[in-house]
């Protein structure tokens, strides 16, 4: 009985299609004509992908962050990590406000045009569809804030940004991409730009700005220590010259050894002179080897696959759009369809 019922209800769907084909077929051409000329309207976006492998002198250091990146699955087996920066942090750089401002106002060489900002030049590659603003989904909760609404005694560590400039931020964090792939310890940082140049473009210089942020970041706190210790040193060298001029000229006024005071003033002058000349070797030892340890411990990030101009686009993949538009055609007619027999069945047509 079941089986009767499936048959009788597969041929009467088989009967509907037959009898609506043209309906379907009406539509579905309509359908693909506007993904068509969505398809090649649609802006194209090209991608230049960059790959890093950090890498640290000390492995030993990992400590406790080799147990806890065991139980989360991360092979730190071929990767040096750093106890002081963790390789999972390094794509957050390219997520922060002041990298996104600095890359804002980056100068770009296009194939349109030449030079100009990447504000510009988004601005000038917006499509005609994002030219068109009907605020609809815009609160009228939000209050666009300019700087002559602040007063002078606002820190000037906070930063104040209008609706365009944050909307121009949001924009530019879609299309900058960094990850850390957890078995391999490789970092990608992907750039999806209108113009094949300026992807690439953009691309080397997230590249660039997370290395030097990273050494930096790195070399603060040992770079302190030594700019401390090389200055003490100085100090110590000038402080030992000076001991060493004035026994010099000590010893060229008072040339008669049988005086007792010379002897006195002379075996005073040798002592200063020993511990200066002490405190310069032990100072000039030591900013030696702070520096020789800021170079060991400095992060070498290796660049695997640099940036290159893309050839191709990345999208739009225009015959998935195509396909798309085929399907929702499908499914569009057919809830149609339902519509008008289920209207018909309430009236009793």
Not at 64 to 92: H, K, M, T
Request: glycine share 2%; charged share 25%; hydrophobic share 40%.
């Amino acid at each position: 009985m079941s089986s009767s019922e499936y048959v009788i209800h597969t041929s009467s769907i088989i009967k509907f299609l037959r009898k609506k084909r043209w309906y379907f077929l009406v539509n579905s051409v309509i359908f693909v004509i506007i993904g068509v000329i969505y398809a090649l309207l649609a802006p194209k976006e090209y991608s230049s992908s960059v790959k890093i492998l950090p890498e640290l002198q000390n492995k030993s250091s990992l400590g406790s962050f080799r147990a806890l990146a065991d139980l989360a699955g991360i092979n730190l087996d071929n990767v040096q990590v750093s106890e002081a920066i963790r390789p999972d942090l390094y794509p957050s750089v390219l997520e922060s406000t002041p990298f996104l401002l600095k890359v804002a106002e980056l100068k770009i060489a296009s194939i349109d045009l030449g030079n100009e900002t990447v504000q510009d030049f988004l601005a000038r590659q917006k499509s005609h569809f994002d030219l068109i603003n009907f605020n609809l989904f815009e609160s009228s909760k939000d209050v666009d804030i300019s700087k002559k609404h602040i007063s002078k005694a606002f820190p000037s560590e906070i930063l104040v940004l209008t609706k365009d400039r944050q909307n121009l931020l949001d924009d530019l964090s879609n299309r900058i991409n960094a990850g850390l792939d957890k078995k391999t310890g490789i970092i990608t940082i992907n750039v999806v730009m209108p113009d094949p140049i300026a992807a690439a473009w953009i691309a080397q210089y997230s590249t660039e700005y997370l290395i030097e942020y990273m050494l930096r970041y790195r070399n603060n706190k040992q770079a302190e220590q030594a700019t401390f210790l090389v200055a003490q040193r100085d100090k110590a060298k000038k402080r030992f010259e000076n001991a060493e001029r004035s026994l010099r000229i000590y010893r060229d006024k008072n040339r008669n050894p049988f005086l007792n005071s010379s002897t006195s003033d002379e075996s005073g002058l040798q002592a200063e002179l020993l511990i200066a000349q002490n405190l310069y070797s032990e100072l000039a030892k030591q900013a030696e080897q702070s520096q020789i340890k800021m170079k060991e411990e400095t992060p070498v990030l290796k660049v695997l696959e640099p940036a290159k101009v893309p050839i191709m686009r990345s999208s739009p993949k225009r015959f998935q759009i195509v396909i798309g538009f085929l399907i929702a055609s499908f499914f569009y007619s057919l809830f149609i369809q339902l519509l008008i027999y289920s209207y018909k069945k309430i009236k009793g047509v």
